[in-house]
Each structure stands twice: as structure tokens, then as C-alpha cells.
């Protein structure tokens, strides 16, 4: 049975005396370290390579979410931990390690001759044991001089100017794309999709106004500035779905909170409340105009008991439908105003009535809160959806400017809403649309006058407590406007009226003006 | 004997030496590693240089028999091997004895080996290689250590047999003699017209030749400078493996195995001079010149643009890495 090489060269070590194993030993530790720093330079140079080339290909086709700098650092630490592997693996083959020492500390292959004769690789000779002694001579007086370093790899110039230009590149190059190439479409997808959230930004900030939402106010101009962010020329794709990701948690997490705190003020006991509950529903704002509605009986009731009866019955229905649906205070609060007026205390009903309201209204405000963040994270993630396809958009997608859907009727985009299609839309514009009471200036809080009546607007200013005090309305008649029709004329037959009939039962509509609804369809009806 | 012993030999013969010839050490130090390797040498160089003198102080430094040979166009192979003739005993009866050569030497001058026939050359073939001749089918083995030194002149050709292939190959090495510089010429002139010519001492018999030549053949080499020995050689050639550029342009036919041989038992000469007992590249390096610049043949090509053959083997050493690269 023979010993292979590397086996007689392992037992060589024996054979060889201590001073020219220990060089050797050494040596091989270098020779480990000098490979190593060998695939380090080679794998940054591979890395800065290939990051180069990403950013290249990211001209010509849009190439992802990985940016270059990415590929760049991942790169480099694969070569690095390989580099190290390597390092801390020195080879048991002594003889590279011999040739090396032989040429690095000019020893005339003394070592490495020597370790041939002790692996018997040459034939046994009478100036063996010399060979030898004259080996470990020549190994101490190597020892005692300047210890072997490894040499700086060959490629490391080239390997630093590829870092440095892939660097480079990847904060220089990204957004700049070629024309006519899928990058340039991705490219104008991203600044479309820039201009659409900028654009819903300000029906969100609108909306939020309007429906006393702080969180969807504080979160609009970030919609907004990633907007603008995104309608900027040197904008790469994975740098534009990084922003939206980012603001997109931002808002999940408002919207997290918020739900805490809704699930607290609906069900402080239940630990999970059901999912539909975090929806505004329309059962809430019914409830919340019929307790306005009761609130204002209350405050003109003469003691009749019918009526009385007739408000314990609204009252006791109240309380029955809201159950599960309504916060337990709420309810509580409503029975409390039964108990009152029951007991004939009609200001003590009224009072509970109003707590309850507020705490609906409060609830209210917060659904609508969470609902507009909701929207603008569908919003962002309808965005980040296509700016991940790219492509070039189609012609469905909306954009300010260009072919738009013709505007609802009005009232149109309210029954959108109450049945489920949530748009993102704000509510029309009018009077006091988001204004607090007491607060702002009265212009800002009127708004511009409406276009739709060919009248001079008449100003009124309501003082007071909001639900509280006597409701006025103004009736303000006048010939339309002229100006284009926004839908083409249709019949208005009694099925119109009847759908009219039915939405305004369901809306949010005080009861004085369900007669002017009312009877403005029933003229339309009659010109027919 | 011992390394140090050798090397003290070798630098008390090339010192001794030195009494007689004026400069030329590079050319005393690769005579003498022939001389201890085992080989012959052929000395080029044109006349009047020296060549002869230094042959003959050789010979007077060592304790060996010297014999000259003139090679001249009608020399014969007898003339240079022997003969036999017919002799008369004390009885009247005739027999045929055996009249040797000068080649019966230990230290054989073969003065302007060019000038005799290629037959004539040839006859040296069996005692160069073999070191014995065979004269009327009888084997005679020449003394040890044989030495052989031919001298040619390389400018003038006319009337010259340019020595074979498988001649040439033979040399250990191939010396050139080039023109003393000023210095060493004046020196030559003082030694040389003066009242008394320099004399020299014998520091070495052939038993300390043999004693040193077969301690050069102890030491040791490692594999991977054998591979490179094997790996020089073979880009002398013009095809194959690790052909060197010029070889590949220059060069009809390559160095022989006997190459090799040569460059490698020279190494082991310059290794012990070095002090060491190993072969290094350093050492084959300085041989390789004079060991191989005769075995390179050189194709029409080389011949037109007077290609040197010392530029080729400088080119070879030059594309023929010392070892697989090792990173440090």
C-alpha cells in the first residue's frame, strides 16, 4: 500500500526539523491569508461588476427592487466571509508552503528540496543529513528577519476603482433610463402615479377636514410630499416603492392605533370587537341623527304622554338595534334617557341623549378617521402595484388633465359610499364643510359661494353648541346656473322619486329639508 | 569528500589557474564545473585569445595526462584513436600491437576541431559519450576523470567542417572566448614578454577530480526543479506545451534530453560551489547559457536574421515559470 502525496508530504513533517516545520507552519498560514485576500478583492471586484451591470440594465428595463448599492454590499460580504473561511483554512500541503518560503526568503529551494527528500519524493542521497542541517540553518536564519505578510492581491487597484465607479453609478444612475425602453415607461408610470397621490392627497386632506379625521389630516401632506417626491426626474424604481413601503407602514400604524382605540370605546371588555364594527356604518349615523332628532323633540315637548310614549318607544328601538353595533356607554346612556324621561325628568333624558350622541359622534369620527387611512394605504398600495408592473399605463388610469369620468349627479357619490363603493373621494364642497365651531374665520368656513344657483348667497352664522340649541335652515331658490350638463338628460319617472324616497330615508338629511329634496324631484317628475 | 573540501578544491584549481590566464573568470569558473561535471567543453572564440594556453594550464594544474590534437582536413581517425602495428618479437615473430592515441589522455586538446572531416570528428563520438574506444573490434576504456576541450574558430570558415549535430551535442558545454577588455590585455602583454613566464603548481590529482565528481552527483534536487528542467527544455522547442515565443519563431529543433543532463549536473556544480547541496533556480539559471546555446538548431528563418541562440534560451528562461503560482 502506497501513501499519497499529500499524505507522505503530511508525514514529511516529521521528518523535517523543528525549525523548518515552524517557517513552514507559518508560511502556510499566510499563504492561507494571501488566498484569502485574493477572493476578497476578486469577489469585490465580481461584486462591483455585477452592481455595475445592475445599474446599467436598470436604464433599459426596469430591474426590480434589489438597488445596486445592495448588490454591491451583499456582494462584498459573500466575498469577504468566504475570504476569511479561507483564511482560517491553511492548507496541510506543505510544499506551496515550502516553494514560497524558498522564494520569498531567497533560501535556493533549500526547504523545499528538503521536503521532498523527508516525503521520499527523491531518491535518498549521502548529503541528505547536510541537506537538512544546512535546511533548518537556512529556516532559523529566515525566522529571525522580517516575518512573511501576504501581498497585496494583484487586482486590488482594479478592484477599488470597480467599488468606487459601482458606488458611483448606483447614486448617480439610477432614474436616468434610455428612451424608448420598458425603464422610461416604468419611469413615467412612477411620476403618473406621483401626480394621482398628490392628487389624492388633497381630496384626503379635504375629506379629513370634513370629517373631523386628525390622523388622515396629519397624514395627507406625506401623501402629498411623496407625491411630489415621486413626480421628480431621477426617480429609480426600487428607490420609489422604498418610499411608498415606508409610508405605507407609517400609515398601517396610525390606523393600528386608531383601531385600539376604537375597539376600546366600542367593547372596553371584549378583547377582539367584530371587524364590522371598524366600519362606518350607516346604522350609526342614523342613530346619532335620530338622537338629534329626539334631542330636539325633547327640548320643544309640551308633556304630552303620547308623545312621551312615542319617545320611550324611539328610545327603547334605539337601544334594541344598537345592540352589538353601538358602544356599550352609548347604550347605557340611552336606556338612561329613557329611565328619565320615564320618570318625567326630561332634562336628565336629554342630557344622557346628548352624552350619548357625543360618544356616537366621537366613535364616528373615528371610524372615518380609520377609514380615510385605510383608503390611503389602498391608495399607496395601488401605486406601489403598478409602479412594481410598470409598463406603460393604460389609459383606465385616470390622470389629472386627461380623459376623466364624468362627475357624479350630485348626491350620486353619497350613494356610492352608502353602498359600500368607497371611492376615496371627498365630500362635496359647501358651507362649513370641516369647520369647528367657534373657531376659524367665518369666510374659510363658508367657503366660495355656490356655483350651482344663479343667486347672491345669503350668510348666516349659527352660535351655539353644536347639537344644542334650535336647528335653522335657509331655503335659497333661484335659476340654475347656465353651464354644460354634467349628465346627459334622462327621464325622471316615479321609480326615480321612489329610489329618491328611499336614499333620503337613509341619509344623513335633516328632516325640514327632506321636503325640498323632496319636492325638486317631484317638479322633475311633473316636467315630464 | 565534503562539500567544503570540493568547494576549496574548485577555488585553489580556478586560482591557480589565474596565474597563467589574465581575466576570463566566467570562462575558468564554466571550464572547471565542466570539468568537475563530468563533460566536455567546446571553446569558441577566434584566434590568439587563449584558448589553447588555458587548455594546457589545466592540464599543468591537475595531475592528468594532456595530449594535443591538430585537427587538420587529412587528420584520420586512427590518428586520433590509434592504430595497429605490425611489431617482431625477440623470436622473430611478427604481431600486430596496438599503438594508442592521443585521445588515451585524461585531458584531451582538440585544437581547431572544425578543420578535420566529419569522419574524423566522429571519432571522438564513442569517447566523449562512452569515455572508451573500440580500435579492430577491441573495447579500450579510457582513464578517469576524460576530459575533453575543442577549440573553433567562428569567423573563418572556409575550409572547415562545421561539427555534427550529434557531435555538438556531446559538449557539456559550449564556451565562448570573448575579447579581453583593456585592462586584462596590458596585463596579458606584462605576464607574457616579460623575462619569466608565470609557472604553476599541480593542486589536484584525478583521484580529488573524481572524488568531486561524484559528490556533485550526490547533490540533491527537488522535484519541482527537476519539472522546471524538463519544462526549459522542452520550450526550447519550437512546437508543443510551453514553447518559448522565439523558440517558436526561431528554432528548427530544440534542445536534447542530453540538455537536460547537462544543465542539470552543472547546477549541481554551481550548487556546491553556492555553499549548498541542493540544486536552486538560480543555478541552473547561470548554466543554462553555455548548456544549451550549442543544442538549439535554428531554423532558415533564424539563420537569415542571425539569431543568437543565447537570446532564445534568455527568452525561454524568461516564459518558463520557476513554479505553479502559491499567493502570499
Keep these: 500500500?502506497?501513501?499519497?502525496?499529500?499524505?507522505?508530504?503530511?508525514?514529511?513533517?516529521?521528518?523535517?526539523?523543528?525549525?523548518?516545520?515552524?517557517?513552514?507552519?507559518?508560511?502556510?498560514?499566510?499563504?492561507?491569508?494571501?488566498?484569502?485576500?485574493?477572493?476578497?478583492?476578486?469577489?469585490?471586484?465580481?461584486?462591483?461588476?455585477?452592481?455595475?451591470?445592475?445599474?446599467?440594465l436598470g436604464t433599459i428595463i426596469p430591474v426590480g427592487i434589489v438597488s445596486p448599492l445592495l448588490v454591491l454590499v451583499a456582494g462584498g460580504l459573500l466575498a469577504l466571509l468566504l475570504g476569511i473561511m479561507r483564511g482560517l483554512a491553511p492548507s496541510s500541503d506543505l510544499m506551496p508552503a515550502a516553494c514560497v518560503a524558498d522564494t520569498e526568503f531567497r533560501l535556493h529551494e533549500r526547504l523545499s528540496t528538503a521536503v521532498d527528500l523527508a516525503a521520499g519524493r527523491i531518491p535518498p542521497t549521502g548529503?541528505?543529513?547536510?541537506?537538512?542541517?544546512?535546511?533548518?540553518?537556512?529556516?532559523?536564519?529566515?525566522?529571525?528577519?522580517?516575518?512573511?505578510?501576504?501581498?497585496?492581491?494583484?487586482?486590488?487597484?482594479?478592484?477599488?476603482?470597480?467599488?468606487?465607479?459601482?458606488?458611483?453609478?448606483?447614486?448617480?444612475?439610477?432614474?436616468?433610463?434610455?428612451p424608448a425602453t420598458p425603464a422610461r415607461d416604468t419611469a413615467v408610470r412612477i411620476r403618473r402615479e406621483g401626480r394621482r397621490l398628490e392628487q389624492f392627497s388633497r381630496q384626503l386632506e379635504q375629506r379629513a377636514r370634513a370629517e373631523r379625521a386628525p390622523q388622515a389630516r396629519r397624514s395627507a401632506p406625506k401623501v402629498r410630499a411623496l407625491g411630489q417626491r415621486l413626480q421628480q426626474q431621477r426617480m429609480a424604481r426600487s428607490e420609489a416603492l422604498a418610499r411608498i413601503a415606508t409610508l405605507e407602514r407609517e400609515l398601517e400604524q396610525a390606523r393600528r392605533q386608531l383601531g385600539q382605540r376604537i375597539a376600546e370605546t366600542i367593547s372596553p371588555n371584549t378583547p377582539?370587537?367584530?371587524?364590522?364594527?371598524?366600519?362606518?356604518?350607516?346604522?350609526?349615523?342614523?342613530?346619532?341623527?335620530?338622537?338629534?332628532?329626539?334631542?330636539?323633540?325633547?327640548?320643544?315637548?309640551?308633556?304630552?304622554?303620547?308623545?312621551?310614549?312615542?319617545?320611550?318607544?324611539?328610545?327603547a328601538g334605539l337601544a334594541q338595534a344598537g345592540e352589538g353595533q353601538l358602544p356599550a356607554e352609548a347604550r347605557r346612556q340611552i336606556d338612561e334617557a329613557r329611565r328619565q324621561i320615564g320618570r318625567g325628568d326630561v332634562g336628565r333624558g336629554r342630557e344622557a341623549i346628548n352624552i350619548a350622541m357625543d360618544d356616537l359622534q366621537a366613535l364616528s369620527a373615528m371610524l372615518a378617521d380609520e377609514s380615510a387611512l385605510r383608503l390611503a394605504e389602498r391608495e399607496l398600495d395601488r401605486s406601489a402595484t403598478r409602479i412594481g408592473q410598470g409598463g406603460t399605463p393604460s389609459g383606465d388610469e385616470a390622470e389629472p388633465g386627461e380623459a376623466q369620468p364624468a362627475r357624479p349627479a350630485p348626491g350620486e357619490r353619497r350613494l356610492r359610499e352608502q353602498e359600500g363603493e368607497l371611492t376615496g373621494a371627498p365630500p362635496p364642497e359647501g358651507p362649513n364643510e370641516g369647520s369647528q365651531p367657534g373657531q376659524g374665520r367665518l369666510g374659510e368656513k363658508l367657503g366660495p359661494s355656490t356655483p350651482r344657483l344663479q343667486t347672491p348667497e345669503q350668510r348666516t352664522r349659527v352660535r351655539g353648541r353644536e347639537g344644542q340649541g334650535q336647528l335653522q335652515t335657509t331655503e335659497l331658490l333661484g335659476p340654475g346656473r347656465r353651464q354644460p350638463a354634467r349628465l346627459p338628460e334622462g327621464t325622471v319617472g316615479p321609480a326615480v322619486v321612489r329610489r329618491a324616497d328611499e336614499h333620503m330615508t337613509r341619509l344623513r338629511i335633516p328632516a325640514d329639508l327632506r321636503r325640498v329634496v323632496r319636492r325638486y324631484f317631484e317638479l322633475l317628475a311633473g316636467r315630464r | 569528500?565534503?562539500?567544503?573540501?570540493?568547494?576549496?578544491?574548485?577555488?585553489?584549481?580556478?586560482?591557480?589557474?589565474?596565474?597563467?590566464?589574465?581575466?576570463?573568470?566566467?570562462?575558468?569558473?564554466?571550464?572547471?564545473?565542466?570539468?568537475?561535471?563530468?563533460?566536455?567543453?567546446?571553446?569558441?572564440?577566434?584566434?590568439?585569445?587563449?584558448?589553447?594556453?588555458?587548455?594546457?594550464?589545466?592540464?599543468?594544474?591537475?595531475?592528468?595526462?594532456?595530449?594535443?590534437?591538430?585537427?587538420?582536413?587529412?587528420?584520420?581517425?586512427?590518428?586520433?584513436?590509434?592504430?595497429?602495428?605490425?611489431?617482431?618479437?625477440?623470436?622473430?615473430?611478427?604481431?600486430?600491437?596496438?599503438?594508442?592515441g592521443p585521445i588515451f589522455s585524461q585531458i584531451v586538446l582538440a585544437d581547431e576541431?572544425?578543420?578535420?572531416?566529419?569522419?574524423?570528428?566522429?571519432?571522438?563520438?564513442?569517447?566523449?559519450?562512452?569515455?572508451a574506444v573500440t580500435a579492430a573490434g577491441v573495447h579500450y576504456t579510457l582513464e578517469e576523470p576524460f576530459f575533453v576541450l575543442a577549440t573553433q574558430n567562428p569567423i573563418e570558415m572556409e575550409g572547415t567542417y562545421p561539427l555534427p549535430e550529434a557531435q555538438v551535442d556531446r559538449f557539456l558545454f559550449k564556451l565562448r572566448v570573448p575579447f579581453p577588455p583593456l585592462a586584462d590585455l596590458i596585463t596579458i602583454m606584462d605576464r607574457t614578454t616579460g623575462p619569466a613566464l608565470p609557472a604553476t603548481e599541480q593542486v589536484a590529482s584525478g583521484e580529488s577530480v573524481r572524488a568531486m565528481q561524484a559528490l556533485a552527483r550526490?547533490?540533491?534536487?527537488?522535484?519541482?526543479?527537476?519539472?522546471?528542467?524538463?519544462?526549459?527544455?522542452?520550450?526550447?522547442?519550437?512546437?508543443?506545451?510551453?514553447?518559448?515565443?522565439?523558440?517558436?519563431?526561431?528554432?528548427?529543433?530544440?534542445?536534447?534530453?542530453?540538455?537536460?543532463?547537462?544543465?542539470?549536473?552543472?547546477?549541481?556544480?554551481?550548487?556546491?560551489?553556492?555553499?549548498?547541496?541542493?540544486?536552486?533556480?538560480?543555478?541552473?539559471?547561470?548554466?543554462?547559457?553555455?548548456?544549451?546555446?550549442?543544442?538549439?538548431?535554428?531554423?532558415?528563418?533564424?539563420?537569415?536574421?542571425?539569431?543568437?541562440?543565447?537570446?532564445?534560451?534568455?527568452?525561454?528562461?524568461?516564459?518558463?515559470?520557476?513554479?505553479?503560482r502559491v499567493r502570499t
Design chain 2, 218 to 324: 550526490e547533490v540533491a534536487v527537488a522535484t519541482h526543479v527537476k519539472d522546471y528542467v524538463a519544462r526549459v527544455i522542452r520550450a526550447t522547442h519550437p512546437d508543443g506545451e510551453g514553447s518559448a515565443s522565439l523558440a517558436r519563431r526561431f528554432v528548427r529543433y530544440g534542445a536534447s534530453p542530453r540538455g537536460a543532463q547537462a544543465l542539470l549536473l552543472a547546477a549541481k556544480v554551481r550548487a556546491l560551489l553556492a555553499g549548498r547541496v541542493n540544486v536552486g533556480f538560480e543555478d541552473l539559471q547561470r548554466v543554462s547559457l553555455p548548456a544549451l546555446r550549442h543544442r538549439i538548431i535554428l531554423n532558415f528563418e533564424g539563420e537569415a536574421e542571425g539569431t543568437d541562440p543565447d537570446e532564445i534560451i534568455r527568452n525561454v528562461l524568461e516564459e518558463t515559470p520557476q513554479l505553479p
Design chain 1, 1 to 56: 500500500m502506497t501513501a499519497t502525496p499529500a499524505a507522505a508530504l503530511r508525514s514529511a513533517a516529521t521528518g523535517l526539523p523543528p525549525e523548518v516545520r515552524g517557517l513552514l507552519g507559518r508560511t502556510a498560514r499566510t499563504i492561507a491569508w494571501g488566498a484569502a485576500l485574493h477572493w476578497i478583492v476578486r469577489g469585490v471586484l465580481v461584486a462591483a461588476v455585477a452592481s455595475l451591470g445592475w445599474t446599467a
Design chain 1, 127 to 178: 548529503l541528505g543529513g547536510v541537506l537538512l542541517r544546512d535546511a533548518a540553518q537556512a529556516a532559523r536564519t529566515a525566522a529571525a528577519g522580517a516575518p512573511l505578510r501576504p501581498h497585496a492581491p494583484a487586482g486590488i487597484r482594479w478592484a477599488l476603482a470597480a467599488a468606487i465607479a459601482a458606488v458611483a453609478a448606483a447614486l448617480l444612475v439610477p432614474g436616468l433610463t434610455i
Design chain 1, 272 to 315: 377582539s370587537p367584530p371587524e364590522s364594527l371598524f366600519r362606518p356604518s350607516t346604522a350609526l349615523d342614523q342613530t346619532i341623527r335620530q338622537l338629534r332628532d329626539l334631542a330636539a323633540r325633547l327640548g320643544q315637548m309640551q308633556n304630552a304622554a303620547g308623545e312621551q310614549q312615542d319617545l320611550l318607544e324611539q328610545l
Design chain 2, 113 to 131: 576541431i572544425n578543420r578535420a572531416t566529419p569522419k574524423t570528428q566522429s571519432a571522438l563520438l564513442e569517447a566523449m559519450q562512452e569515455h
Design chain 2, 1 to 100: 569528500m565534503e562539500p567544503e573540501a570540493f568547494r576549496r578544491t574548485f577555488l585553489r584549481l580556478k586560482t591557480e589557474m589565474q596565474k597563467v590566464i589574465v581575466g576570463y573568470e566566467a570562462l575558468l569558473d564554466e571550464v572547471l564545473t565542466a570539468l568537475v561535471a563530468g563533460g566536455h567543453v567546446l571553446l569558441e572564440g577566434v584566434p590568439g585569445l587563449g584558448k589553447t594556453l588555458l587548455v594546457k594550464t589545466l592540464a599543468q594544474v591537475l595531475d592528468l595526462h594532456y595530449s594535443r590534437i591538430q585537427f587538420t582536413p587529412d587528420l584520420m581517425p586512427a590518428d586520433i584513436i590509434g592504430t595497429n602495428v605490425v611489431m617482431q618479437d625477440e623470436q622473430g615473430r611478427r604481431f600486430f600491437e596496438f599503438q594508442r
